[in-house]
Nanobody, 125 residues
Framework: QVQLAESGGGLVQTGDSLRLTCAAA????????VGWFRQAPGKEREFVGR????????YFADFVKGRFTISRDNVRNTVYLEMNNLKPEDTAVYYC??????????????????WGQGTQVTVSS
């Protein structure tokens, strides 16, 4: 059983940056692909990006357009989502999720075995 916890959300202004952290307990995140999803009020959960297991390739949704990066820190057992040039439409609850030895895009939430509780990101205009 992997326990995931997101942190780092908050209220920022348009153009600001945030770094979200996904920390794991009970298991090594290095054995998992880690995806980031978000859900805005009244909308479905959508894929933001992912770092795969193995070669740690990264994949991002088109709306990211080079603004976000994902990285791993296996010593701290964490994965980071660095978000730059934030826009009001990025406002949502952001979730991290883990898929054991996941490869490729992983856009489908059903691919994932474990989820965190989410962290709120609010971008004011």
């Amino acid at each position: 059983q992997v326990q995931l916890a997101e942190s780092g959300g908050g209220l920022v202004q348009t153009g600001d940056s945030l770094r979200l952290t996904c920390a794991a307990a009970n298991s090594a995140l290095s054995s998992y692909a880690v995806g980031w999803f978000r859900q805005a009020p009244g909308k479905e959960r959508e894929f933001v990006g992912r770092v795969s297991w193995g070669d740690s390739s990264t994949y991002f949704a088109d709306f990211v357009k080079g603004r976000f990066t994902i990285s791993r820190d296996n010593v701290r057992n964490t994965v980071y989502l660095e978000m730059n040039n934030l826009k009001p439409e990025d406002t949502a609850v952001y979730y991290c999720a883990a898929e054991f030895r996941g490869m490729g895009w992983g856009k489908n939430p059903m691919d994932y075995d474990y989820w965190g509780q989410g962290t709120q990101v609010t971008v004011s205009s």
